[in-house]
């Protein structure tokens, strides 16, 4: 994991909710943070995170400064984006999309 991904898993696990239950699992080549068994948001080596904001969400997220869609090759993944690391430089900018993330995933059943 780089420097720039493991400062921010340690920034996510300060700034999340204490009723929040989250599990690390490896994913991406770094942290991803499960809520419920789903995906709530992983750091990625450059310091950005993807987002788990759900296809209802992305127009909203993506209309936000440093949002870009998430794409695995040739393919654009719905209900995810990339924020980037100046985007969630500060700690409330972070809590927020921490809060974004949290409020899609907790309409998810539970795996």
Avoid: Y
Avoid at 1 to 11: F, G, I, K, P, Q
Avoid at 17 to 41: D, Q, S, T, W, Y
């Amino acid at each position: 994991m780089s420097m720039a991904s493991e400062e921010l898993v340690d920034r996510i696990r300060d700034l999340l909710p204490p009723r929040i239950h989250c599990i690390e699992k490896k994913m991406f080549g770094g942290v991803a943070f499960m809520h419920r068994g789903n995906m709530l948001v992983a750091p990625l080596k450059d310091g950005s995170m993807l987002a788990r904001v759900g296809k209802d969400g992305m127009d909203d997220a993506l209309a936000l400064s440093g949002v870009s869609t998430m794409n695995m090759g040739e393919r654009s993944m719905t209900g995810f984006v990339v924020v980037s690391g100046d985007a969630i430089e500060d700690d409330d900018d972070l809590r927020t999309w921490l809060d974004r993330c949290l409020a899609f995933v907790e309409t998810l059943p539970q795996k």
